[in-house]
T-cell receptor, first 115, second 113 residues
Framework: DSGVTQTPKHLITATGQRVTLRCSPR?????VYWYQQSLDQGLQFLIQ???????AKGNILERFSAQQFPDLHSELNLSSLELGDSALYFC??????????????FGPGTRLTVT | AQSVTQPDIHITVSEGASLELRCNYS??????LFWYVQSPGQGLQLLLK??????LVQGIKGFEAEFKRSQSSFNLRKPSVHWSDAAEYFC???????????FGTGTRLQVTL
């Protein structure tokens, strides 16, 4: 158990809908990352937050957005869903941001199926 | 931009045999390298990491990896594989202004009894 929690575990929804994925980081971690794992794209970085502020963006679609709240949990919002958004979405967290390397600890993921 | 190549998509080994999974990276500066394992239906578990210093690093579950700068490689090894090691293994590099991880495409390990 990494200490990172994600809800829900599974989500099935229809095209055009909007969903919210939730992540709670490990106790004490200020950085939260979101990744998407799909068969055609592999594991891709979406976005990073640090202590409530957006830190870095990766291959995140404009239909997707995220935020980190004062209690440090994070939510990933996916809107106008398409079939191609079906994937496993991971949240990871790491400790204080510094110039050095960071160990990222991953949650169990949310499997999104768009029908 | 950094990148990671895992040339083997699928590897099958017998239980008790040795294992080596290949990883090559591309990154302009000193890389921070990781190996993660993903069991079916599970999240990613950190096996080991290389930040600096000794180029042979030990991880959990009896795994080790060797950083070779001259070959831009960070291969994962285990002297004797157990059936429970069957999973998908991902090599990753951290770098750039963001501490994001760039992953390879993964190697699926099958263990025969």
């Amino acid at each position: 158990d990494s200490g990172v929690t994600q809800t829900p575990k599974h989500l099935i929804t229809a095209t055009g809908q909007r969903v919210t994925l939730r992540c709670s980081p490990r106790s004490g971690d200020l950085s939260v990352y979101w990744y998407q794992q799909s068969l055609d794209q592999g594991l891709q970085f979406l976005i990073q937050y640090y202590n409530g502020e957006e830190r870095a963006k990766g291959n995140i679609l404009e239909r997707f957005s995220a935020q980190q709240f004062p209690d440090l949990h994070s939510e990933l919002n996916l809107s106008s869903l398409e079939l191609g958004d079906s994937a496993l979405y991971f949240c990871a967290s790491s400790a204080l941001l510094s110039s050095g390397p960071h160990e990222q600890y991953f949650g169990p993921g949310t499997r999104l199926t768009v029908t | 931009a950094q990148s990671v190549t895992q040339p083997d998509i699928h590897i099958t080994v017998s239980e008790g045999a040795s294992l080596e999974l290949r990883c090559n990276y591309s990154y302009g500066a000193t890389p921070y390298l990781f190996w993660y394992v993903q069991s079916p239906g599970q999240g990613l578990q950190l096996l080991l990491k290389y930040f600096s210093g000794d180029t042979l690093v030990q991880g959990i579950k009896g795994f080790e990896a060797e950083f070779k700068r001259s070959q831009s490689s960070f291969n994962l090894r285990k002297p004797s594989v157990h059936w429970s090691d069957a999973a998908e293994y991902f090599c990753a590099v951290e770098g750039g202004t963001a501490s994001k991880l760039t992953f390879g495409t993964g190697t699926r390990l099958q263990v025969t009894l």
